[in-house]
């Protein structure tokens, strides 16, 4: 009577853990069998166990030795009987016909079932049979299983099966397999064909050939806590299967820890793959949840090919040889708050991929290449991600266009974010980049748009354009930076409304033309704005303020200089070399010069306000090339200046080349018109507003003086600017 106690009490354990709940946050808890909490499945699992435990308190027990025969036994038994069997070998294949418990009888060693390469080891045909504490070997030939599942409800635990072409093949549904060790099985370790509502937990299944685990066209699986190790082929891998849990595996040196093969709608949870060639690995897969996994020593932690629709969201992807993320072909999935740092490659890298959210990663300390690369790759959504200290760039998109880069934080990178190559309509905004050489670099590509970005304490450049046309750049705020804008080779870019505060040189544009620089605000620099070999470029009203130097144009033919502000230490604006400018509505006040030209000719310089300035306007200092002559100078404000104009040599025009209709004092006139000087001998008999007095300028004179400042004169029609 104490066997019979000792041998129910010894199951019930065994029911019992079959009946605890793995909650989602992974706790483990017992729940009574009759809890309404239960879920349908486990509650069904949990009544069987209930009902074997019935039966066996009215059952057989049948102890084995060997040299007798298992399948006898099993013919000779009952329903609900148990079979136990002793230490040794039994060369024989069975079958089980019957709702029975098998059992190897505990000892050194195990109980050894071999079916000698005739058939499957055991066969489980009936509903309601367990399996427990065997070792099944020696089905090797064809497609031989060591554990053959064709019926329900069964129970398979502690048993070790190895050696065979499968090692435990089930093809039916509500079966638990828990704790077994399955391995070096040639077809694979634990497949599951066409199976539902299995529950596949704490194997030990490694060195098997193609597979651990597989489902094929299988559903509503759950597989949790399994070790699937040294495997060639996938730890674990589900083909079109759908509606599966794989939590809480462990998957070690694998050619891959998890395959999603044509698989939707499956959940992979808190798993931990390391040291695999691939870790994750959706192929052709939709609308699976892939949460919280660990992936690290892999050469990819997360590979995407072909996929779609997937959620990959809260996943430690760090230490790996290549990539912590990597999408090839693959479209409309999200990634979510992923950590994937510390990779050789790249933190996640998109190749032909689209319309991916990519939202809260950290993609930072990568050791060779960049956070993130996008290869060809078109309308993707990276928001609010960090990517910091990488070796190589922080964010690199090549080839690729439409993607929305935006609030992202971007620090200590070589260059913080490279556009290249055939990439086009981009948006980077409010994003925050500092540190390394440049900000921004935009290489051979167009029509992008960067707004509201935040770069600081760069090397070299906050942002540089190479080769690139129609971009706009607006309203970025640049401090500390050596140069805040670099532009060469450029053509039709806007640069507007941006601040640069604290740079050395803020905007400079070399060899580029018709490019629009407005409203940008320039504090503190060396020198504001530069133009370089660089004609048909507009500069229109820029404030620069506590500069040394104001506008420089070098070398460059057709520039319009309009409602530019300028207070700075040294030159407000610079023209050196250059022709056929319009230098049109400036201010310049409180400079050392208003505005200055060096070997410059045919440039109109009009309606512009000189004040304060040491001397408003400087055209040569009596030695040849420095003059500057045939430009034409009319409608300026000259006031409050030390000098007026410095000239010796230059031969100009004071007034303009036509009569002009104008209205003075609400009285009608039509005359050429010079300009204002504050400073100069003025008389108007005939209240026409122009003086009757010249003023001398060197060798030149204004004929056509004007008593007041340019704005009391209402031209009509208004002259061009």
């Known amino acids: ?87 040794g070998v039994y060369n024989e294949s069975i079958n089980i016909t019957k709702s029975l418990i098998l059992r190897g009888v505990m000892g050194e060693d195990r109980p050894i079932l071999n079916s000698g390469g005739h058939f499957s080891v055991v066969s489980i045909l009936a509903d309601n049979t367990g399996l427990e504490g065997l070792e099944l070997t020696g089905a090797d030939n064809g497609t031989m299983s060591g554990i053959r599942v064709m019926s329900r409800n069964n129970i398979i635990a502690n048993n070790t099966v190895q050696n065979n072409s499968y090692g435990i093949y089930l093809a039916s549904s509500n079966n638990t397999i828990d704790s077994n060790e399955v391995n070096e099985n040639y077809l694979g370790g634990i497949i599951l064909l066409s199976a539902a509502r299995n529950r596949i937990m704490d194997n030990r299944v490694y060195e098997n050939n193609d597979a651990g685990i597989m489902l094929i066209r299988s559903r509503n699986n759950s597989m949790a806590g399994n070790n699937a190790s040294d495997n060639l082929g996938a730890g674990i891998k589900l083909f079109q299967s759908q509606d599966n849990i794989v939590e809480k595996n462990i998957l070690i040196t694998n050619d891959y820890g998890i395959v999603l093969s044509e698989a939707d709608h499956n959940w992979i949870e808190n798993n931990s793959a390391i040291n695999n060639d691939y870790g994750i690995y959706p192929y052709l897969s939709r609308s699976n949840v892939i949460s919280n996994n660990t992936a690290y020593k892999n050469d990819y932690a997360i590979y995407l090919w072909d996929s779609a629709d997937n959620i990959i969201k809260e996943n430690n992807l760090g230490n790996n040889d290549g990539s912590g993320i990597t999408l090839f072909y693959s479209h409309e999935n999200s990634f979510l708050d992923n950590i994937a740092g510390f990779n050789k490659q790249y933190g996640i890298h998109l190749i032909s991929s689209n319309s991916n959210l990519i939202l809260g990663n950290s993609f930072s300390n990568i050791t060779v290449g960049s956070g993130a690369f996008f290869e060809e790759s078109i309308q993707n959504n990276f928001n609010g991600n960090i990517v910091d200290d990488n070796f190589d760039q922080g964010i690199q998109l090549e080839n690729s266009s439409r993607n929305n880069l935006e609030n992202n934080t971007i620090r200590q990178n070589p260059v913080g974010i490279v556009i290249s190559g055939r990439s086009e309509e981009n948006l980077l905004a409010g994003n925050l980049v500092s540190g390394g050489d440049t900000g921004i670099m935009l290489k051979e590509s167009r029509n992008n748009t960067f707004k509201e970005n935040h770069l600081l304490k760069t090397i070299i450049h906050g942002i540089y354009l190479s080769s690139s046309m129609k971009n706009d750049l ?248």
């Open 474 to 721: 607006i309203r970025n705020d640049i401090f500390n930076c050596p140069e805040g804008i670099f532009l060469e080779n450029g053509q039709n870019n806007n640069l507007s409304g941006n601040q640069l505060q604290g740079v050395m040189n803020g905007i400079i544009v070399q060899a580029s033309s018709q490019n629009e620089i407005g409203e940008n605000i320039i504090i503190r620099s060396l020198l504001g704005i530069k133009l370089d070999r660089s004609p048909n470029n507009r500069l229109q009203s820029n404030e620069l303020s506590e500069d040394d130097n104001g506008i420089l144009i070098t070398s460059s033919m057709q520039t319009d200089l309009a409602g530019n502000t300028v207070q700075c230490k040294d030159v407000g604006l610079n023209l050196v070399s250059s022709t056929k400018c319009n230098i049109t509505d400036n201010i310049a006040r409180n400079c050392r010069q208003g505005i200055r030209l060096i070997d410059c000719s045919h440039n109109r310089i009009f309606l512009n306000n000189l004040s304060k300035c040491q001397e408003g306007l400087y055209l040569d200092e009596g030695v040849y090339p420095q003059e500057s002559s045939n430009n034409e100078i009319y409608l300026n404000s000259f006031s409050g200046n030390g000098q007026d104009v410095y000239s010796f040599i230059s031969s100009n025009s004071w007034s303009s080349n036509t009569a002009l209709q104008y209205q003075y004092h609400s009285k009608a006139f039509h005359s050429r018109l010079g300009n204002y000087w504050n400073n100069g001998r003025m008389r108007d008999d005939n209240g026409d507003g122009i003086s009757d007095v010249a003023h001398s300028i060197g060798s030149d004179e204004d004929g056509y003086p004007l008593m007041g400042p340019p704005l009391q004169f209402k031209l009509e029609p208004p002259v061009e600017v």
């Open 1 to 87: 009577m104490m066997h019979r106690l000792k041998e129910i009490y010894s199951l019930e354990l065994f029911h019992m853990k079959l009946c605890s709940v793995r909650h989602p946050a992974g706790h483990t808890t017992m729940m009574p069998l009759r809890s309404h909490k239960l879920p349908p499945f486990w509650l069904r699992i949990c009544l069987i166990a209930v009902s074997m435990l019935a039966v066996t308190a009215q059952a057989s027990i049948v102890t084995l030795n060997p040299g007798q025969s298992i399948q006898e036994a099993i013919d000779a038994a009952s329903p609900g009987d148990i079979i136990q069997i002793s230490p």
